[in-house]
């Protein structure tokens, strides 16, 4: 409400700044200097393999999965994790891995398509869902395509999609009809997820690790459609979490094997971050991307988008 409000007058954008600004300070600037190791200078997370329920790695004390990258002052706080002298940090990020997951599971045509030639999948599904050829597409188009593709992953409603935005209630649920009549493959995939889980109570990832999902049955509404979501997205982002493990192991095994003396310094859900020497950087480059995109055969590329720099913000 206080952003909408934002943008009628000067207050509420003030209130919106301010609880920016003081979310900033009191979690990230006053807290983490105080977690800085006396002897090496360094904050050290403690990460936990069983922490959450889709298979993801945790973080905590502090949690370094949670700096901000979304606002430019969110951002500054990036600025102060620093490579060490003599260093660069290295960053890999896997490009829409779950939506290429999506595409695997569902062999849908048209998904499939985009991804093999390498197309833009939000201005793909700009052009499905609107009928908006990729040079007539503003911003809007791009931005309702990035909220029905990230939605559809996580089982959302046309209200959810209303109020992500702004939207009336019946043009998201009109969006949401057209994606799945121009992607049908995914609708097919969907509704074979839901119904399995409903019958084994369980959904799993491609790699097999389960997880229950009991009140998929439930009588009640609210219960049953959390349920529901989370059988959509679990073997997407499960999967997605199975991957990067294993490419972890095989960097890891690598980077000892090269004697490299870089170190995989942290994980961020789909990011992988580095320390490495100068010299050692343009070596590293191509083995983590190997092991990244490599790592397991989809019916579609897995891609791996790489930037190094001096600290954590300021990255090409």
């Known amino acids: ?21 003081t979310k900033l300070k009191s979690t990230y600037v ?35 999965q949670n700096i901000p990258v979304r606002s430019e002052m969110g951002r500054q706080i990036r600025a102060a994790f620093v490579a ?42 700009a052009e499905e869902v609107f009928r908006v050829g990729p040079m007539a597409q503003n911003a809007e188009h791009r931005r309702a395509a990035k909220a029905i593709n990230f939605g559809i992953i996580y089982g959302q409603s046309p209200f959810g999609l209303a109020a992500q935005l702004s939207i009336d209630q ?4 009109q969006f949401i009809a057209a994606y ?18 409903r019958k084994t109570g369980v959904t799993r990832t491609m790699f097999g690790r389960t997880r229950p999902v009991p009140e998929i049955t439930a009588p009640q509404a609210n219960l049953r459609s959390f349920a529901e979501r989370t059988a959509l997205n679990t073997p997407l982002q499960g999967t997605a979490a199975d991957l990067i493990k294993l490419a972890m192991i095989v960097i890891s095994r690598q980077l000892a094997e090269e004697k490299f003396k870089a170190k995989m310094i942290l994980q961020v859900h789909d990011e992988l971050l580095f320390e490495a020497p100068h010299n050692e950087i343009d070596r590293l480059r191509p083995l983590v991307r190997k092991a990244m995109e490599q790592v397991h055969k989809l019916a579609v590329p897995l891609v791996a988008d790489l930037k190094a720099g001096p600290n954590w913000r300021d990255m090409k």
């Open 30 to 64: 006053d807290a983490l200097p105080k977690l800085i190791h006396a002897e090496t200078g360094r904050l050290h997370t403690s990460i936990c393999q069983t922490g959450t329920a889709t298979g993801r790695l945790s973080s905590s004390d502090p949690n370094l």
């Open 84 to 125: 060490s002298p003599g260093n660069s940090l290295l960053s890999a990020d896997y490009s829409q891995i779950e939506l290429r997951i999506l595409a695997h599971f569902s062999m849908d045509p048209v998904l499939v398509e985009a991804f093999r030639t390498g197309q833009d999948i939000h201005a793909r599904t």
């Open 180 to 197: 799945f009549a121009r992607y049908r493959g995914v609708k097919e995939y969907l509704e074979r997820s839901l119904a399995e889980a």
């Open 1 to 21: 409400m206080l952003e909408e409000l934002a943008l009628l007058h000067e207050l509420p954008r003030k209130v919106l700044e301010y609880r920016e600004l």
């Open 170 to 173: 019946k043009e998201a649920a």
